[in-house]
């Protein structure tokens, strides 16, 4: 049997290495192996001089000064907007709201629509396999309300069960709420099929793509969900800066989420009526810089092409599912098919618990996450306590699956 | 950061041997007090049952689940403690948590328990191995208070 290799046709990943500086230095003595990339991905030399730059030349506040420097930040602030909503299928840049991070976008929600229109007795429905990011905002909506969450089931392949959805979708059900891909599992999940089983009672879908948009083509139209949340920092852009994209109905039935400035049209004592959205939500000095910074990640994604991005990481997925199947002792977590799932392989090695294996590696230089990767309901229904977690981006390479199989050798070695 | 660390130093065989084969693994018929503890980032668990009589450990057994060093600690220190007093196992587990954090060698002598020193260059590592002396300290507070 012929041990499969990564064709590299559709990115060139030697190539793309050269401009993440970050991926050029050894650590413990060997060359660095960056496998962590659902938690964070690199970023690119074009996002580091974009920072540089916004600092050294336009540091400014946005939408406040009449002078040139505020009136360069604000352009390249809302410039940053476009580019993301037209990268999500978006035309209208104001359908787009900068946010901390994804899981600032789920709280907006949850707070601006879900305060709302989510009463007593009504249903959230939400799966076992979401992050903590995606829970529990609605578990403190559901106090808050009286409502109640309901979660759709894991299968032993690690999917969901559309039989299942359809029963648990029903006319109390106000919202459904859904990764479009694990970040333990790795699971792409059927949007579209739920989203069309949430329309036909009337319930918007909020999906959390802070694991899908990194990694495949996203379009809000053919998915049909009604609220995204994604982060910058997990698609090779700077920490600090998400995004909410919500449809344009949704908008207009949202309340205001955080008060200040920025987001009001006229303030007088005792009341105050609201600018127009986005800046409705964008309370306060946004992180101007890394929203700026975004937009030549979204860029670098672009001329990669997110069809070759994600057929990298099938190739990528194959390799590495191969070879730890070939090892002794190795379970692998989820759908066991490369394409079905993101870039993400979890697996178990019998007898070790995850936290050894990443120390193990780590003196390898292969950085790995061993935990619970704020996905606790996915560790019980694997039955286990942590896992360890590999995951891949663009600049990841089949000699870089051989140094995490040669590591866990070393893990097999020390434990014996 | 583990540069220079390596593997063997935070591997002893000593600890390997309480991983494999734990030592007072399990649960006391009658104990006078059950302590739990976790570290929820990473997922560790220990529980341990205590007998004390007199301010003085009599029996101990502790169950859990976690990674080689979470786990071998709490083996290590259900066969140390048990006949102990509680004033000196609250000791022990001062110099325990001292050496964990500096790397030093302790000025008491802890025995067996000194393979635990290269935890300390592991800085990550350390809460997995004072899990279980937390524990301790918390049941001894509990059921046999300094005087």
Known sequence: ?416 | MTTGASLEELYREVILDHFRDPRNKGTLPNPTGTFSGSNPVCGDEVTIDLVVEEGRIVDVAFRGEGCSISQASSSMLAERVVGMPADDSRKLAAAVRTMLQTGDEPVDDVGDLDALRGVAKFPVRVKCALLSWNVLEQGLNELAPAS
């Not at chain 1, 991926?23 to 580091?48: E, H, K």
């Not at chain 1, 802070?210 to 994604?230: K, N, R, T």
């Not at chain 1, 009341?271 to 929203?291: C, H, K, L, N, Q």
Request: with cysteine; aromatic share 6%.
């Open chain 1, 1 to 416: 049997m012929s041990t499969p290799t990564i064709r590299g046709q559709a990115i060139n990943a030697a190539a793309v290495r050269r401009d993440f500086p970050v991926l050029s230095q050894t650590v413990n003595g060997r060359p660095l192996v960056y496998l962590d990339n659902a938690a964070t991905s690199q970023t690119p030399r074009q996002v580091i001089d974009a920072l540089v730059r916004y600092y050294e030349t336009d540091n400014a506040n946005v939408h406040r000064g009449i002078h040139a420097l505020s009136m360069r930040a604000s352009d390249q602030y809302e410039r940053s907007r476009a580019r993301l909503a037209l990268f999500i299928g978006e035309r209208k840049a104001e359908h787009v709201v900068f946010t901390r991070n994804a899981t600032e976008a789920i709280n907006l929600v949850a707070h601006a629509w879900g305060d709302r229109h989510v009463g007593a007795g009504d249903e959230i429905l939400l799966t076992e396999m979401e992050h903590h990011s995606n829970i529990v905002p609605w578990q403190l909506l559901a106090q808050r309300k009286g409502a109640r969450l309901v979660y759709a089931h894991i299968g032993s392949d690690g999917q969901l069960d559309l039989d299942e959805m359809r029963e648990l979708i029903g006319p109390r059900t106000k919202l459904v709420a859904i990764t479009h891909a694990s970040n333990v599992l790795g699971t792409i999940n059927p949007v579209a099929e739920i989203a069309g089983m949430a329309r036909r009672v009337g319930a918007p879908v909020l999906l959390d793509a802070a694991q899908s948009a990194p990694h495949l083509a996203v379009d809000i139209e053919a998915l049909g969900c009604d609220f995204l949340a994604l982060s910058a920092h997990k698609m090779l852009g700077p920490t600090g800066v998400g995004a909410l994209w919500a449809r344009e109905e949704r908008l207009a039935e949202m309340d205001p989420f955080l008060g200040g400035g920025g987001m009001i049209d006229r303030v007088d004592e005792q009341m105050s009526t609201w600018a127009p959205v986005p800046d409705r939500y964008e309370a306060g000095t946004p992180s101007i810089a890394d929203a700026i910074a975004f937009e030549p990640a979204i860029e670098y994604l672009e001329q990669l092409g997110m069809d070759n991005v994600r057929q990298h990481e099938i190739e990528l997925n194959a390799l590495a599912i191969d070879r730890l199947h070939s090892m002794p002792g190795v379970t692998i977590h989820g759908p066991q098919s490369p394409e079905a799932r993101a870039g993400v392989v979890s697996f178990a090695l019998a007898g070790v618990h995850p936290h050894d294996i990443a120390t193990i590696l780590d003196t390898e230089g292969v950085a790995v996450r061993a935990g619970h990767h704020c996905a606790q309901l996915v560790m019980r229904r694997l039955g286990v306590p942590a896992t360890t977690r590999a995951s891949f981006y663009v600049y990841n390479t089949a000699h870089e699956i051989e140094a995490l199989v040669e590591g866990l050798g070393k893990v097999r070695r020390v434990f014996g």
